[in-house]
């Protein structure tokens, strides 16, 4: 009887074809997956986005919430009513980021929970655990021994292995069950400042007021059950929420298994609606090839487009500017305006659409965020608000240089193997 032949690695020749079939069985699950959570999205619709909010709301599988009080907070205004509203808080505080780095910003933040935990509030604190890992120890064993309840998003353990990929960057506070700021502000130093330098960094984001904050309160419970299996109930998180302003409000966040996420739809949706004006801020633009033509045909079809982002020297990831700019010549050549921010990092994470409906949060434009990332965007059909964003749009343009395709065209060839080498890996960049 002969012994099998065993192979030049080493391995018997039976082994060696099993673990090709089974690296292949992989591969065609893995496809299958993305494919089914990335299909083609297509609509047909000649009705202003105005009169669309309910449809968009339950396409993103979410509700209109009337009555709400919206105010916008930029730069560094956005901790100053966060620390008001912590300092106010009652029954309950939650806090959630992606990014938490050790500084002036996160000890005065840790002080303002503990001091609050110390009071006898509940004080919830989720935070990703890759953009929590500079937070320092100090930090987290202070809000821990004061009684905080400070969990970490998917921290590096076997038991996370098939998950790891997947990322809380939402950013997010409900104080009382009553008061919600979202935006894209992250516990870092130089977000505090008023983004006059390299180091510092523009942003946007809302506090909100009304029953729109449930939405909010949701989003946080999601990844605050899978953690840590707490289910928390009653007024002091959810309590009744009476109007306070006139601003309807709709919440993108779900990430539905199998589907494309509620915040890819939102986006894909609002640029194919638009009728006049579509005005883009994102630190991360990385579209894919059907957001492209949408974007495109929106421009074809008369629609204003534009788009902003940092310049590759400003941004904090300049990998991530080379691999969006592997595709610019596209959007160029279909009519889209795009202008890079030249000053400091331009981080906010919001639309305009025809003066009238607007979206902030902490999603950025590429297929990390519409496919991979725990996200949260809030829509906003609010005319006053969405011409403020333009206007904060027009204002920024003084701070940028407006990309030109004839001149674009010609970037030397180095500039042009960056830019297709990096695009390769931008899902992970």
């Avoid at 904050?213 to 998180?237: I, R």
């Avoid at 409000?249 to 579509?278: F, M, N």
């Avoid at 630190?283 to 534009?306: H, K, N, Q």
């Avoid at 400091?344 to 950025?364: E, F, P, T, Y």
Wanted: charged letters at 25%.
């Amino acid at each position: 009887m002969r012994v099998d032949v065993l192979s030049t690695a080493g391995w018997p020749t039976w082994l060696a074809l099993a673990l090709l079939l089974l690296v292949a069985v992989l591969v065609l699950v893995i496809w299958s997956i993305r494919r089914h959570r990335d299909p083609k999205l297509a609509i047909d619709c000649d009705r202003p986005i105005g009169e669309l909010l309910p449809s968009l709301s339950g396409l993103t599988q979410g509700t209109v919430y009337e009555g709400n009080a919206i105010e916008l907070l930029e730069d560094g205004a956005f901790f100053e009513a966060l620390f008001e509203e912590i300092r106010g808080a009652r029954c309950s505080v939650h806090f959630e980021t992606f990014l938490w780095k050790d500084g002036v910003l996160g000890r005065r933040l840790a002080d303002a929970l503990i001091e609050r935990s110390g009071a006898g509030v509940p004080v919830r604190v989720l935070i990703d655990a890759d953009g929590g890992k500079k937070m320092g120890h100090d930090a987290a064993r202070r809000l821990r021994e004061a009684g905080c309840r400070l969990e970490f998003h998917h921290p590096r353990h076997i038991r996370h292995i098939g998950v790891f990929n997947d990322r809380d960057h939402r950013k997010l506070a409900v104080i009382d069950g009553r008061v919600a700021l979202v935006g894209g502000h992250c516990i870092v130093d130089g977000w505090l400042c008023k983004a006059q330098g390299r180091d510092n960094v523009r942003d946007i984001g809302v506090r909100v007021r009304g029953p729109a904050v449930h939405a909010v309160q949701a989003a946080f419970s999601e990844n605050w059950v899978e953690d840590t299996g707490e289910l928390f109930v009653g007024d002091a998180v959810f309590p009744p929420l009476a109007p306070e302003g006139g601003t309807p409000v709709h919440v993108a966040s779900i990430k539905a298994e199998g589907s494309p996420p509620a915040v890819k739809i939102l986006h894909h949706l609002v640029v194919c609606v638009a009728r006049q004006r579509i005005y883009i801020q994102n630190p991360y633009f990385l579209p894919d090839s059907e957001a492209i033509d949408a974007l495109c045909t929106a421009a074809r079809r008369g629609v204003d487009v534009r788009v902003m982002v940092p310049s590759a020297e400003a941004s904090d990831m300049p990998m991530v500017q080379h691999a969006a700019h592997r595709n610019f010549h596209l959007l160029l050549a279909g009519g889209v305006r795009i202008f890079e921010y030249q000053t400091c990092l331009l981080h906010q994470k919001v639309m305009a659409i025809d003066g009238v409906w607007c979206a902030i949060g902490s999603s950025n434009f590429d297929d990390r965020s519409f496919e991979t990332n725990d996200e949260i965007t809030l829509g906003l059909l609010d005319p006053a608000l969405a011409k403020r964003l333009e206007q904060i749009f027009v204002r920024d343009m003084a701070e940028c240089v407006e990309l030109n395709a004839a001149a674009w065209a010609r970037r030397g060839i180095w500039h042009r193997c960056k830019d297709n080498m990096l695009y390769v890996f931008n899902e992970v960049l």
